[in-house]
Nanobody, 127 residues
Framework: QVQLVESGGGLVQAGDSLRLSCAAS????????MAWFRQAPGKEREFVAG????????YYANSVKGRFAVSRDNAKNTVYLQMNSLKPDDTAVYYC????????????????????WGQGTQVTVSS
C-alpha cells in the first residue's frame, strides 16, 4: 500500500506561482514513477506532469510545458509540482499518483496506469 497526501494548493491570481507537494508513505518511494493529474469541473481527469523513479525522465502536457516543473526528493519521499505563470485555465483539483509496476525510466501518462492516488488539492487561478 502507498499513501499519498497533497498540499500547497490555494487561490492565486493569473501570473502567480504555486508549488504543490505530495508526501508518500508505505513503500519504497524511489521504486515507482510519480505523476500529477488535474480535474476541472465537468472535465475528465488529465495528465499534467510525471517523473520516473530516479528523476531522469520527465513528461509534461503541452498545456503546461515551459510553465510547470516536476521534481522529486527520494530522501524525503516527496514529489513536487512547481507551477509558474498560472492561468485561469489551470484551475482544477490536482492529484498526485503513483505507478509501481513500470520500468526504471518510464513515465506513464494514462490515468489507468496509476495504482495509488492522493485526495487532491484545489488550485484556483483568478483572472
Amino acid at each position: 500500500q502507498v499513501q499519498l497526501v497533497e498540499s500547497g494548493g490555494g487561490l492565486v491570481q493569473a501570473g502567480d506561482s504555486l508549488r504543490l507537494s505530495c508526501a508518500a508513505s508505505g513503500r519504497t518511494f524511489s521504486n515507482y514513477a510519480m505523476a500529477w493529474f488535474r480535474q476541472a469541473p465537468g472535465k475528465e481527469r488529465e495528465f499534467v506532469a510525471g517523473i520516473s523513479w530516479g528523476g531522469s525522465t520527465t513528461y509534461y502536457a503541452n498545456s503546461v510545458k515551459g510553465r510547470f516543473a516536476v521534481s522529486r526528493d527520494n530522501a524525503k519521499n516527496t514529489v513536487y509540482l512547481q507551477m509558474n505563470s498560472l492561468k485561469p485555465d489551470d484551475t482544477a483539483v490536482y492529484y498526485c499518483a503513483a505507478n509501481i509496476a513500470g520500468s526504471r525510466y518510464s513515465v506513464p501518462r494514462i490515468r489507468g496506469q496509476y495504482d495509488y492516488w492522493g485526495q487532491g488539492t484545489q488550485v484556483t487561478v483568478s483572472s
